[in-house]
């Protein structure tokens, strides 16, 4: 296990060389599209900005994420993953999809010939390397924190590295499509492909940024873990003998990677104060073996008999 978490990139590493793959494909982009003409590569201009925009929000997000509590934050400054994973993906909207969108349009309805084709492919073709690499890198990050690329969609955990794969993904996909359309004007002479690329590229980087939006907000409204998850969370809790039932059990993410529980529970109402300590003790310890990201949790404790006074 040592081992393994050795090989991980931190989420860190991760956003930060997102971050210099967007500079690079910004420079050269930003060159060959003005040499050029093309439409597509300007989308890809556009997605570069954007992106290294949104990696700066990311990396002030894991910083600021990591403050230590104080008086203003009692819980701590890990929710402010959230908002920054949320600014990013509103720059990724409004920027990258936005001026692809005005480009492509632009290109669609008063078509220009292309200058230098070749060059556009050569650029493109170093964009599919450079984004495959920066995917392959988040993919490991994450897979091994929820065990499959599956996992990585479902889950409302992780918003810097999630957003930064899924960008690097759109990137790879747009550069991918973007090099089909250019060969496609170069060889078949189809105009329009230059403007259809880059209005793919609009449509697939409002879509991923559209999903990141929604998770983001779902995260800063208190998003409840998975209901498998919070069954697991039950069921280790009433496997110990001393506690008879679960009145209310609430679990929301509350950082980045964190959770933070909340349960109110029926105990036996023969154990001492050293017991109910012990219990409580045992009870942290045997859900942080199975929820690691737990850093926070709060027990309400009452014996059968006054949730019974209660009712």
Excluded: C
């Excluded at 930003?30 to 290294?52: C, N, P, R």
């Amino acid at each position: 296990m040592l081992e393994k978490q050795k090989r991980s990139a931190s989420p860190k590493k991760v956003v930060f060389i997102s971050f210099m793959v967007d500079v690079i494909d910004v420079v050269t982009n930003l060159a060959v599209a003005m040499i050029t003409g093309s439409a597509t590569i300007f989308s890809e201009m556009a997605q570069g900005v954007a992106d290294s925009i949104g990696s700066i929000f990311l990396v002030i997000g894991e910083r600021r994420s990591q403050k230590k509590k104080d008086s203003d934050h009692p819980m701590g400054y890990s929710r402010e993953a959230f908002f920054w994973s949320l600014m990013s993906a509103i720059v990724m909207l409004i920027i990258g999809g936005g001026l692809s969108f005005w480009r492509g349009l632009n290109q669609l309805l008063t078509p220009e010939p292309l200058t230098y084709p070749h060059l556009a492919v050569l650029v493109i073709v170093i964009a599919i390397f450079t984004n495959g690499y920066a995917v392959s890198l988040s993919a490991k990050s994450l897979q091994e924190e929820l065990g499959s690329l599956k996992a990585i969609f479902k889950n409302y955990s992780h918003p810097l590295v999630k957003g930064a794969f899924l960008r690097d993904v759109v990137g790879t996909t747009t550069s991918i499509l973007g090099l089909m359309a250019i060969l496609a004007y170069e060889f078949f002479e189809l105009n329009i492909m230059d403007a259809i690329g880059a209005l793919i590229s609009a449509v697939l980087m409002m879509a991923s940024s559209t999903f990141l939006i929604i998770q983001a907000r779902a995260l800063i409204t208190g998003q409840a873990l998975p209901p498998n998850e919070l069954g697991l969370l039950k069921s280790l809790i009433l496997e110990n003998d001393n506690i008879d039932a679960i009145n209310s059990l609430v679990a929301i993410y509350s950082g980045a990677n964190e959770i933070l529980l909340e349960a109110d529970l029926d105990i036996n109402e023969s154990l001492t104060t050293n017991e109910i300590e012990l219990l409580l003790d045992h009870l942290e310890e045997d859900l942080a073996k199975s929820f690691p990201n737990m850093n926070r949790v709060s027990v309400l404790l009452n014996s059968p008999q006054k949730s019974e006074e209660n009712k």
